[in-house]
């Protein structure tokens, strides 16, 4: 299938600007069993579920759900993964959104600094904590976010007017980048449309927002993050899973 194969420049390309768009990763009977799987999971009582009328969220869903594994994790996938990064990284956070037609839900522009860690301690290079729905979280070395990458897989076609990523291209490469020091002089603003069954790939450290859905469109989306990057002090990652 075009895109892929690997492809230097578009590997360069990732490396450059912090994102990439890839279309046809899953085939509309894949995206409709991700779908009905989920909805069937959605219908059980789970303190790792978030329901609200602008969103309804699984975390831990494929630490959950492992059965979902080999329905995300196909060919074509895993051949992204491999020719962008490599074989050495697995998961270390999922996270299922679901955003109605309906929504007001938006996002500011921010940074994913932070990982999941199955406890608190006082290291060197490690912090601020928090602490939300019962989970460590905690901002790692810089090294280990410039490394890391997510996949976010689409189960509905997704524009501006539902509530696409809008990213700053190359802002990955600017370190601990604070949202209110933008210059909108010199940045450029892009709105990363993705297709059902296509995905996104993007470094945490890319700056992104997302916007109220307009078109009455859902937009259901699969947020899968991964690393290669074994922590200090006897910390654990709290949803290391192989793929």
Known sequence: MTGLILNISSIKNYKNVGYEVISGVFTFKEVQLMIAKLQEFSRQDNPLFRRSEDLFAIRQ?????????PVVFNDRLKRVIHDRFSDEYFIVKSIYFDKPGASNWFVAYHQDLTISVDKKSNLPGYGPWTVKHEQFAVQPPLAILQDNFTVRIHLD???EQNGALKVIPGSHLKGIYRP????????QE???NVPAG???LMS???LHASGRTTNQQQRRVLHIE?????L???LSWAEKVNC
């Open 204 to 206: 945490p450290l890319l």
């Open 180 to 187: 209110e020091t933008i210059d909108w002089t010199t940045e």
């Open 226 to 230: 991964f690393s290669r990057s074994e």
């Open 232 to 234: 200090a002090g006897g």
């Open 198 to 200: 296509g995905i996104m």
């Open 190 to 192: 892009v709105s990363c």
């Open 157 to 159: 076609d997704t524009d």
């Open 61 to 69: 869903f494929l630490k959950q759900f492992p059965e979902l594994l």
